[in-house]
Nanobody, 126 residues
Framework: QVQLVESGGGLVQAGDRLRLSCAASGRTIKTDSMAWFRQAPGKEREFVVFSIWNGGNTYNIRSREGRFTISRDNAKNTIYLQTNSLKPDDAAVYYC???????????????????WGQGTQVTVSS
């Protein structure tokens, strides 16, 4: 079992940046694939970025706009989401997720992940 705890959310102004953290406990997540999702009020949970473990290397995939970047600190058993140039549309609860699965997995789908944190709120004022 893995427990995930997010932190680092808050209220910021448009154009600001935040670094969100997701600390894992219970076992190492070094060989898990990890992701960040977000969910705004009244909307479905949305994929943001992921970091894939393929058995030998880790691949960190940036968001399409390039404003969000995922990273890992295996020594701290923690992943991060660096958010830049935040917009009001980025306001949401941000969740981290983990899965030890590798084969036949669509890492952009929330259903592919086995473990979730409770989320951290990001609010962006215009």
């Amino acid at each position: 079992q893995v427990q995930l705890v997010e932190s680092g959310g808050g209220l910021v102004q448009a154009g600001d940046r935040l670094r969100l953290s997701c600390a894992a406990s219970g076992r190492t997540i070094k060989t898990d694939s990890m992701a960040w999702f977000r969910q705004a009020p009244g909307k479905e949970r949305e994929f943001v970025v992921f970091s894939i473990w393929n058995g030998g290397n880790t691949y960190n995939i940036r968001s399409r706009e390039g404003r969000f970047t995922i990273s890992r600190d295996n020594a701290k058993n923690t992943i991060y989401l660096q958010t830049n140039s935040l917009k009001p549309d980025d306001a949401a609860v941000y969740y981290c997720a983990a899965t030890p699965r590798r084969d036949g997995v669509d890492f952009r789908q929330s259903t592919s992940y086995d473990y979730w944190g409770q989320g951290t709120q990001v609010t962006v004022s215009s």
